[in-house]
């Protein structure tokens, strides 16, 4: 059976297609800006850790795909790239995405191996989810990684789970993924579908 992220990156990529404009809101150490980037849409990632964005730099290079990297406050994109790191906070993202959406992703949580405290909060959160909800083309997707062991994930995760289940339906399709047998706090997946325009 498909993990969770596993199941992410499958319904992500049915509705991607190439120049496509689609969003890693939580960059981290690159893996799914990567998968992105190899379905060779134009992928804004975003992280407010450096680190995050060397790592994913690094990664995209092993690829063999080059991308530009931003510091905050400084938006205009180099034209050679259609990856683009972005060292800002996702809750950001209207102010360098300006095209229409297709798919996004987050995978929430910290960083493995960094500092545990620089974690996604539910008030960003939902507002990366409200702006690409709006931004997002009808037929496009949203996944959301819900990680939720680590202090401060459960409040997120209700945050998350609330925001979610309260989209209209005539609008929106929204399902979840998730290991139901196993012990301790396993990470699901919550996917949302834009339907039509509210
Ligand atoms: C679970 S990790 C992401 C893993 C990543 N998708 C990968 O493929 O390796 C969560 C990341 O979210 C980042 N993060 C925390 N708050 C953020 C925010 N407001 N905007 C963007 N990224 C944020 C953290 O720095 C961390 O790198």
């Known amino acids: 059976m498909l993990k969770p992220l596993e199941m992410a ?6 509705v991607i297609n190439p120049k496509d404009v689609v969003v890693d809101a939580t960059m981290g150490n690159g893996y799914d800006t990567l998968f992105l980037a190899m379905l060779q849409a134009e992928v804004y990632a975003f992280d407010i850790q450096k680190t995050a964005l060397e790592m ?23 034209s050679h790239s259609t990856v683009h790191l972005i060292h800002s906070g996702h ?8 095209k229409p959406v297709t798919a996004a992703i987050f995978n929430l949580g910290y960083l493995p191996k ?6 996604t909060r ?21 996944a959301v990684m819900v990680y939720y062991g680590h202090e401060g994930g459960e409040a997120e995760k209700t945050a998350v789970v609330n925001w979610v289940t309260s989209l209209p339906q005539e609008c929106w399709e929204v399902m979840s993924y998730a290991p139901l047998n196993q012990i301790h706090t396993p990470p699901f997946l919550i996917v949302l579908e834009k339907r039509k325009e509210a």
């Not at 092993?62 to 406050?73: H, R, V």
């Not at 809750?91 to 300006?98: D, L, M, P, S």
């Open 9 to 14: 990156h499958e319904l992500l990529a049915e």
């Open 56 to 78: 994913t730099e690094k990664r995209l290079n092993q690829a063999g795909i080059l991308s530009d990297f931003l510091e905050e406050g400084r938006k205009e994109l180099a």
């Open 91 to 98: 809750e950001t993202v209207g102010q360098y995405v300006k």
């Open 114 to 119: 960094a500092d545990k405290k620089l974690i």
């Open 122 to 142: 539910p008030e960003t959160t939902l507002t990366a989810l409200s702006a690409l909800a709006k931004q997002l083309k009808v037929g496009g997707r949203i």
